[in-house]
């Protein structure tokens, strides 16, 4: 145990049912520094981290604080103990000003008692300026972008003055000028002896941000090594205990005829809803493409998605032709008709029923196939499942598994499943890879990759450009609801994606 | 052969989540209603002796308990079906009401005969079912509004239609009478009361559609997750008004059953029925967030509030006191079912 150690956890152990989650994990985190915490879905990393913040309060093993033995059994010892920790899910109430979720629980008070707004607005302030936060402290969180509900978690975290933050994933949807805002936070945050744990799946943040780097896998401690003294190749070695081949692999471009052709694409939300909108936003995908949309976040690459997908009928105009025929898309049925599909972001909210069996959620849009006459034909149903879990490699038992219980990448094997069963012509991607490990991710690159040879059309968002760059033959870029550039895979650079993502080249353009 | 599969199917799910619990008591979990039915039984059936006769064990007396539960358990698996899909229905009461009064009608003073009066109070049922999904799905009003104000409509409707006093219903082959073929409604057959058997057959039926059916597969997917299901391309709002339209209908038989026992049709009947088909559903282990229930689940709520009537009534409990009863047994069982 080290000197300066100011949190030790050792031997933690935790079992639900007969699943290990934790075998005896350890992990040191010294003053001030920044700690990586590393392993591939299902090694127990959010096990470990829900036991430092008090939400699983029956596990065995020991905790030190400063050197002192502590219990963390419930939130409030984790917070009295000075340990926050920013949520990959966010916990933010929809309805509450930024402000009120900030202060949630323990908001100012006047004489009177009645809460103290116009102080709690006051010290909200700070936080959002160290963040760089353009929104106001009385902006309803509900209507705010992913990106941004997430940094105002992290303002919450810095509120309560902790001196162990836990971060949990918290770039996954943050672009990449909001990800440099959070380095800076963090890098203030080290300095004034605040320590962080840190989980990503994104190497370059660890390397950019961290000290050292605890692996984890299978519920067990792997190592805890020095950044400076370890290669990406080692971490990943460590990770899966294998080595990992390249990530992309690599296909010669073979684009067909033209498979969509969307025209003067415009969409004016709806009043009241976070969406942004888009003006003429023109673009076409061949067979056998992958079309990348690149974007910072709230530039409209969802928008442009979820219209394709007859998600905003009534707001939408423009053409969009399936294979040189104009097509009418009114809703996700007729999207489904003309065969389209879409794997949303939000893999719980829109994509999974979480409380079904797998099974039931992969054949929700065949289910007029798989029945004769009004009755479900189990057996074939149950067959085809098996099929495609087969071919995605999901780990799951049976396709009776209850889709909650699977980790995220094995959800996303589930929700691709469910679309590929319908052999769809159109694939839209929608940050596939959000909260995904490294393994689960290159099997998803591999799919896309073996989709677009079988001739399917792919158009997928991503904020991470690597991804984009590795995977898509043509990226054409968002901002403010306009494309405003257009790069082959070759010549394509996260420089120049990023330049063309942030300029706006027709210049009137009301947001 | 697919029913096999489906329970294989049904006990690895079973398994799935034992994990996380342990298998047994998860599986006590999956039968706690039963068990608490069985508990209520038990009850009864010790304390309700006179005199060295067991008054809740008689036949007599269980064919009642069947018949007095078939009102509320009819209306209580539309209800299932509606909270399933995480809606509510108030005015299932104030539809059985209105039925009653209109099925008195129709035979004692339109003319009308057993057929026709049971088809046209069930399409009347049917439309204010249907209306009741389709104002709160196209205009988007929670149905817990939009059912609140048709409760008030139906009953309106039920005591304009008959001036507010009951229709009698006499029968006879005379045209002012009622035909006889319709008191079949409150007979026996094998001695099981009709109610009873229109009971277990609608609950087989509506069991039937939720487990093997498209549709039923539908109502899962849209209480757990509307969003996912439209994007699956589901026709939601079909679903929702059909599944409405049903609750609806099934009120309606409630409805003619009410007016064949009681001999009468009066508007003023149903008042709260909503609230103990809620219940009825709710100790049967349905969520009334949506996605997750069973109709046995259901069956056997209705069947522990019965009992429980029986029982104090037996028992000669103060009727008001045995509202207090029904009321600590609703939290307790919902208490019990929870998860963990």
Sequence with gaps: ?511 | MSVVKRTIRIEEQGREASRATGAWLQRVKRLQSVFGLAVIITLASVLCVRNGENLFLNPVNLANVVRAVSENGIIAVGMTLVILVAGIDLSVGAILGLTATVAADLMMHKHFGTLGTVLAVLLIGALIGLLNGAVSTKLSIQSFIVTLASMSIARGIARFWSGGTGIPITYGNEPNLAPVSYSLLSERIAGIPVPAICFIGISIVFAALLRYTRFGRYVYAIGGNETASRLSGIRVTRVKIAVFTICGVLSAAAGLIHAAQLNQGSPNDGIGYELNAIAAVAIGGTSLSGGIGTIPGTVVGALILGVLDNMLGLLNVNNNLQMVFKGLIIIAAVVLQRKK
């Design chain 1, 1 to 511: 145990m080290g000197q300066d150690a100011v949190l030790t956890l050792d031997g933690i152990r935790k079992s639900f049912g007969n699943v290990h989650a934790l075998k005896g994990a350890r992990l040191e985190l010294r003053k001030g520094e920044v700690h990586a915490l590393m392993g591939e879905n299902g090694a127990g990393k959010s096990t470990l981290m829900n036991i430092l913040q008090g939400a699983v309060g029956d596990y065995e093993g020991e905790v030190f604080l400063s050197g002192k033995k502590v219990d963390i059994r419930a939130p409030l010892d984790a917070r009295r103990l000075g340990i926050a920790k920013i949520h990959q899910e966010l916990q933010l109430v929809p309805e509450l000003s930024v402000a009120e979720n900030i202060f949630l629980g323990r908001e100012p008070r006047t004489r009177l008692g009645t809460v103290d707004f116009k102080r709690m607005y006051r010290e909200t302030q700070p936080y959002l300026e160290a963040l760089e936060l353009p929104v106001k402290e009385t902006a309803k969180v509900g209507g705010l972008r992913l990106g941004e509900q997430q940094l105002v978690e992290v303002a919450k975290a810095l509120s309560l003055h902790a001196r162990i933050l836990i971060m949990d994933e918290p770039t996954s949807a943050l672009s990449e000028s909001e990800t440099r805002k959070l380095f800076q936070v963090i890098r203030r945050l080290s300095a004034e002896g605040v320590s962080i744990i840190y989980i990503s799946h994104r190497m370059e943040e660890i390397f950019e941000l961290s000290q050292r780097i605890t692996v984890m896998r299978d519920g067990e401690y792997i190592a805890t090594v020095n950044t400076r003294e370890v290669t990406k190749d080692d971490l990943v070695q460590m990770r899966v205990g294998r080595a990992v081949s390249d990530l992309y692999p690599f296909r010669e471009t073979s684009a067909g005829p033209v498979m969509l052709e969307v025209e003067r694409l415009t969409f004016h939300p709806p009043a009241g809803s976070a969406r942004k909108r888009l003006q003429d936003v023109s673009f076409a995908v061949r067979e056998g493409e992958v079309l990348g949309i690149a974007g910072l976040m709230g530039a409209g690459r969802t928008e442009i998605l979820e219209c394709l997908f007859g998600m905003h009928p009534g707001h939408t105009s423009g053409v969009i032709k399936v294979k040189g025929t104009e097509v009418r898309i009114r809703s996700p049925l007729e999207a489904i008709r003309h065969k389209l599909s879409f794997v949303t972001e939000d893999r719980k909210g829109q994509g999974l029923v979480l409380g079904r069996p797998i099974g039931e959620n992969m054949t929700l849009p065949l289910l007029r196939q798989l029945s004769r006459w009004l009755f479900l034909r189990f057996r074939d149903e149950e067959n085809e499942c098996r099929k495609q879990m087969e071919s995605l490699k999901v780990k799951a038992t049976s396709p009776a598994t209850v889709a909650g219980t699977l980790s995220g990448g094995n959800q996303q094997k589930v929700v691709l499943a469910r679309w590929l069963m319908m052999n769809p012509d159109v694939l839209l991607l929608d940050e596939p890879t959000r909260g995904i490990d490294v393994g689960a991710k290159a099997e998803i690159y591999q799919l896309i990759h073996r989709l677009a040879e079988q001739g399917k059309s792919i158009i997928m968002v991503s904020s991470e450009l690597p991804e984009l760059i590795g995977n898509c033959d043509r990226i054409v870029t968002v901002c403010e609801g306009r494309v405003t550039g257009e790069f082959m895979r070759a010549e394509a650079t996260p420089e120049k994606l990023l330049s063309a993502a942030t300029f706006r080249s027709e210049p009137a353009c009301q947001s």
